[in-house]
């Protein structure tokens, strides 16, 4: 798809480089015109997915029901007890045939004023707040794995500072692993994709005199 959309993309510039030539017209209007049918010539369109829609992304599905800003919640504890939690909700399934270990990398905050972690890339490139716990609401326990085949829900935290505006609503992004070849070892495996990464953009309920799970 990448491939085929790039070689589109030079054919589309070719034309463009001609039509100017051609008829005499401005080149960034063709530009404009013609990079509309591919969504843009530099950047293509944001997978957008609406909140309580499950996604399959790979070895895990993951439904985000919701965001909350809290105050400090057992057993999460705040480095500077004014600051609030933000705090992302979401129900967990891991499809692969093993345990998952390292959870952080299925639901992931985009970079968001005020989150008191700096923003991080990924092996893929991609930038986000790694989240400050993990924590399963079932027992209320914090946790880094989950078993196969166990769907369960999980309240991802990020610490939040007070002295910032209060954002409306957060964007996460879906963590997608795609089940091919390493290049490095040559067994098969779970390999990051960013291409196929989700956004799902959460409206942030305040929840400071509730609990992070709370409706």
Same mark, same amino acid.
């Given at each position: 798809?990448?491939?085929?959309?790039?070689?589109?993309?030079?054919?589309?510039?070719? /034309?463009?480089?001609?039509?100017?030539?051609? #008829?005499?017209?401005?080149?960034?209007? /063709? +530009?404009?015109?013609?990079?509309?049918?591919?969504?843009?010539?530099?950047?293509?369109?944001?997978?957008?997915?609406?909140?309580?829609?499950? !996604?399959?992304?790979?070895? #895990?599905?993951?439904?985000?029901?919701?965001?909350?800003?809290?105050?400090? /919640?057992?057993?999460?504890? +705040?480095?500077?007890?004014?600051?609030?939690?933000?705090?992302? +909700?979401?129900?967990?399934? !891991?499809?692969?045939?093993?345990? #998952?270990? =390292?959870?952080?990398?299925?639901?992931?905050?985009?970079?968001?004023? $005020?989150?008191?972690?700096?923003?991080?890339?990924?092996?893929?490139?991609?930038? =986000?707040?790694?989240?400050?716990?993990?924590?399963?609401?079932?027992?209320?326990?914090?946790?880094?794995?989950?078993?196969?085949?166990?769907?369960?829900? +999980?309240?991802?935290?990020?610490?939040?500072?007070?002295?910032?505006? !209060?954002?409306?609503?957060?964007?996460?992004?879906?963590?997608?692993?795609?089940?091919?070849?390493?290049?490095?070892? $040559?067994?098969?495996? #779970?390999?990051?994709?960013?291409?196929?990464?989700?956004?799902?953009?959460?409206? /942030?309920?305040?929840?400071?005199?509730?609990?992070?799970?709370?409706?």
């Amino acid at each position: 798809m990448a491939e085929s959309t790039g070689i589109a993309r030079e054919a589309v510039g070719q /034309l463009v480089q001609l039509s100017a030539q051609k #008829w005499g017209i401005g080149l960034s209007v /063709l +530009l404009v015109a013609i990079s509309g049918l591919f969504g843009g010539l530099d950047t293509a369109p944001e997978r957008a997915t609406a909140v309580n829609a499950a !996604i399959d992304a790979g070895p #895990w599905k993951v439904t985000i029901t919701g965001a909350r800003l809290t105050r400090e /919640l057992r057993p999460m504890h +705040l480095m500077e007890e004014k600051n609030y939690f933000i705090v992302v +909700l979401a129900t967990v399934e !891991i499809k692969a045939d093993r345990t #998952w270990k =390292f959870l952080g990398e299925t639901v992931q905050l985009a970079p968001t004023k $005020g989150i008191v972690a700096k923003p991080t890339k990924s092996l893929s490139g991609d930038t =986000f707040h790694r989240n400050d716990g993990i924590v399963l609401l079932r027992d209320v326990t914090k946790i880094d794995q989950l078993n196969p085949g166990m769907p369960e829900k +999980l309240a991802y935290f990020w610490e939040f500072d007070s002295t910032v505006p !209060i954002p409306s609503e957060v964007k996460v992004y879906i963590g997608f692993r795609k089940f091919r070849e390493d290049s490095l070892s $040559g067994h098969m495996s #779970w390999m990051e994709h960013s291409e196929l990464n989700k956004a799902v953009v959460v409206p /942030l309920v305040d929840r400071r005199d509730a609990t992070a799970g709370s409706s």
